[in-house]
Nanobody, 128 residues
Framework: QLQASGGGLVQAGDSLRLSCAAS????????MGWFRQAPGKERDLVAI????????YYADSVKGRFTISRDNAKNTVYLQMNSLKPEDTAVYYC???????????????????????WGRGTQVTVSS
């Protein structure tokens, strides 16, 4: 089970940190991702992080502003969001994928289809 928290209403330029706590699974065995869905739009990838936290990937729209991290001792993945913009307004979801460690995991983890565990979303609203 994944439980996301930390969303809220902020102004443009503010920061938020989302957390996603995992239970009932061996957290360190999962690639973790954050996705978001804006009103009337499809759910999109925001960021992913590998098993140890040493590898991460970001969507172009958040690169340089958002940072994904994980603490395997706490079974938690984080999304630090800085310099928030109104277009970041969305419901944010965390997800976990059980992937084979090979040369292609980094590419496969960008697809929502590989994520078997999803948390309930947390709303982030950025006002201008």
């Amino acid at each position: 089970q994944l439980q996301a928290s930390g969303g809220g209403l902020v102004q443009a330029g503010d920061s938020l940190r989302l957390s996603c706590a995992a239970s009932g699974l061996t957290f360190s065995n999962y690639v973790m991702g954050w996705f978001r869905q804006a009103p009337g739009k499809e759910r999109d990838l925001v960021a992913i992080i590998g098993w140890t936290g040493s590898t991460s990937y970001y969507a172009d729209s958040v690169k340089g502003r958002f940072t994904i991290s994980r603490d395997n001792a706490k079974n938690t993945v984080y999304l630090q969001m800085n310099s928030l913009k109104p277009e970041d307004t969305a419901v944010y979801y965390c997800a976990g994928a059980s992937l084979r460690l090979d040369s292609t995991w980094y590419l496969r983890a960008r697809s929502q289809n590989v994520y078997g565990h999803w948390g309930r979303g947390t709303q982030v609203t950025v006002s201008s």
